[in-house]
C-alpha cells in the first residue's frame, strides 16, 4: 500500500530534523498503538541522503542485542565498531562522538522494551544526551508502541528521561478523507455504506487498510470475509495489543472494556454486571495511563457531574471487545460461521453508532467549532430525551444541532424538533440554532 496521508506529522518531523542538523541534536518520541504507522512515518520523514540507522529493540540479552545493533550502525555509517563494546551505554556514546562530526538521524523502535533488556538504559541515555547534546548534530528518533510504558518513561516526572524530549507526536488513525483516497484508490465507484464498514472496523489504522487492501475488494462483505475466518490475523488481535499494558490484571480490564463495547457504560451498571466490584480505579487508568476510554458528559455539563458515560476511543479494539472476546468460547471452538452472523445480524446497530463517531470526527476536522458532544437527560426510560450531536460554533452563539440515521426514512422530524426544543430549554436558550439530519449520504 502507499503511503497516506501524514503530511502535519512529516513536516515537523523534517523541521526537527534540520534543527538537529544545522544547530545541535534533538529528541522526538513517537507513540501510537500497535499497527498505527510509526515505522513507516519515521522511515518516509527521513528518506533523503542523510543516513538513517534504524533499530528495533527485541527482548534478548544486552549483548547479543549490541551485537546486532553495532553490525547495523557500522553497514548504515560505515564505521568500525569495537567487538569488546557489549552495552547500549558504550554503544549510544560511541553514536553521540560520531555525531560530533556527522549528521545522521538514530531511530531506536520499541523503545520501552529496554525495561527488559537493562532498565539502567534510560538513566545511561540521559547522561549521555546531557553531555553531548549540545555538541552533535542526531536527529534522535525513539518510538514505542506500550503506551503506558512510553508515557511513564517521557512525562513520568521522577524518571530519567522526563523533559529532555523536544517534541512527543502521538499518532491517531487516518482521518475522513484519507479514508476516501483509500477507497477511491482500492474500489473506485465505492458506497458510503462500503466507507462506513472501513472505518467502523479498522478505526483508520494503517496496518488493518493495508492488510484488508491487499486481501479483499473492501466491500463489507469482503472485510467481514478476511477479518472473521480460521486463522484471521485479527482473531487474538486485540489481546495481543492490550495484554502487555494491562500485565497479570488484564482479566478485569478486558471485562470492563467487554461491557463498555455492548453499550453497558455508566460506572453503576459496569459494576453490577461485573457481580458488584469497584471499578473506579481501572476507569481512571483506562483514561488517563491507558488512553483506551474517554469519559463522556452532555455538552456543555459542569466538570464535576455524575451523569457519566464511558466509550472506547479505538474503533477496531470496540468491535473486537464487542464480537471476539464477547464470543471466546465460539472463537476457541472455531465457530466463526456463528461469529460472522452474529456480527451480520448487528451490523446495522453497530455501524449506527459509529456513523455518529464519523461524524463527529469530520465535524472536527472541519476546525469550525469550539467544541463537539451529545447531550443526554439523566432521567431513566424511554421518556429522556437524547441528542446525537451538538457542535458549538468557534464563532458567535451559534450550534449546530445534529440527529444520525444510516437512512433518510429513519427519520422522524417532530420527534426531532421536539427533543431539539428540550435541549434548548436546558442549554441552549441563548443560543442561535441550525438543525441538521445526517445519513449515509452525507458521508
Known amino acids: 500500500m502507499k503511503f497516506y496521508n501524514r503530511t502535519s506529522e512529516i513536516k515537523e518531523l523534517q523541521r526537527i530534523q534540520k534543527l538537529s542538523f544545522d544547530s545541535y541534536s534533538r529528541m522526538t518520541v513517537i507513540t501510537g498503538r500497535r499497527r498505527i504507522g510509526k515505522t513507516s512515518l519515521a522511515v518516509e520523514a527521513t528518506k533523503g541522503d542523510t543516513p538513517t540507522v534504524y533499530l528495533f529493540v527485541s527482548r534478548k540479552n544486552e549483548a547479543a542485542l549490541c551485537d546486532e545493533f553495532s553490525m547495523l550502525i557500522s553497514s548504515t555509517l560505515g564505521v568500525y565498531i569495537p567487538s569488546e563494546i557489549k552495552s547500549f551505554r558504550s554503544l549510544f556514546q560511541m553514536v553521540l562522538e560520531l555525531a560530533k562530526t556527522r549528521r545522521f538521524n538514530f531511530i531506536i523502535d520499541e523503545f520501552q522494551e529496554f525495561e527488559y533488556v537493562n532498565p539502567s538504559v534510560y538513566s545511561d541515555m540521559q547522561n549521555l544526551w546531557d553531555q553531548y547534546r549540545k555538541q552533535t548534530h542526531l536527529n534522535l528518533i525513539l518510538m514505542g508502541s506500550v503506551f503506558s510504558m512510553m508515557h511513564k518513561i517521557f512525562e513520568g516526572y521522577k524518571e530519567p528521561l522526563f523533559g529532555r524530549a523536544d517534541n512527543i507526536i ?17 474500489r473506485p465507484g465505492y458506497d458510503n455504506d462500503e466507507l462506513l464498514a472501513l472505518y467502523t472496523f479498522t478505526g483508520g489504522v494503517p496496518k488493518y487498510i493495508e492488510l484488508l487492501s491487499e486481501n479483499t475488494d473492501l ?25 502487555e499494558e494491562f500485565g497479570k490484571d488484564y482479566g478485569v480490564y478486558f471485562s470492563i472494556l467487554s461491557c463498555i463495547a455492548c453499550g453497558i457504560n455508566t460506572q453503576a451498571s459496569i459494576e453490577a454486571a461485573l457481580g458488584g466490584i469497584s471499578i473506579g480505579g481501572q476507569l481512571r487508568r483506562l ?52 461469529l460472522r ?5 448487528d451490523y446495522t446497530t453497530f455501524s449506527g453508532t459509529m456513523l455518529e463517531k464519523y461524524f463527529r470526527l469530520k465535524m472536527m476536522e472541519s476546525h469550525q467549532y469550539s467544541a463537539i458532544g451529545s447531550w443526554w437527560e439523566r432521567k431513566k426510560g424511554k421518556e429522556a430525551n437524547e441528542i446525537d450531536i451538538i457542535g458549538v460554533s468557534a464563532e458567535g ?29 436546558h442549554i441552549l436558550s441563548t443560543y442561535k440554532i441550525e438543525t441538521r439530519l445526517f445519513t449515509l449520504e452525507d458521508m
Not at 170 to 186: A, P
Not at 341 to 345: C, R
Open 287 to 338: 483514561i488517563e495511563d491507558y488512553l483506551l476510554i474517554i469519559r463522556l458528559r452532555p455538552i456543555m455539563s459542569k466538570e464535576g457531574t455524575h451523569n457519566v458515560r464511558y466509550d472506547i476511543n479505538d474503533n477496531f479494539l470496540k468491535f473486537w471487545f464487542r464480537y471476539y472476546d464477547k464470543n471466546k468460547s465460539m472463537v476457541e471452538i472455531r465457530n466463526f460461521v456463528l
Open 397 to 425: 452563539k451559534k450550534v449546530l444541532v445534529a440527529e444520525v440515521k444510516r437512512q433518510q426514512r429513519n427519520y422522524d422530524h417532530k420527534e426531532f424538533m421536539r427533543k431539539v426544543e428540550c435541549v434548548k430549554t
Open 170 to 186: 502521538r499518532l491517531t488513525g487516518f482521518g475522513t478523507e484519507t479514508l476516501k483516497e483509500i477507497m477511491n484508490d482500492h
Open 219 to 243: 466491500s463489507i462483505n469482503g472485510i467481514l470475509d478476511f477479518m472473521v475466518r480460521d486463522n484471521s490475523p485479527f482473531t487474538d488481535e486485540g489481546k495481543n495489543i492490550l495484554i
Open 341 to 345: 452472523k452474529i456480527i451480520n445480524d
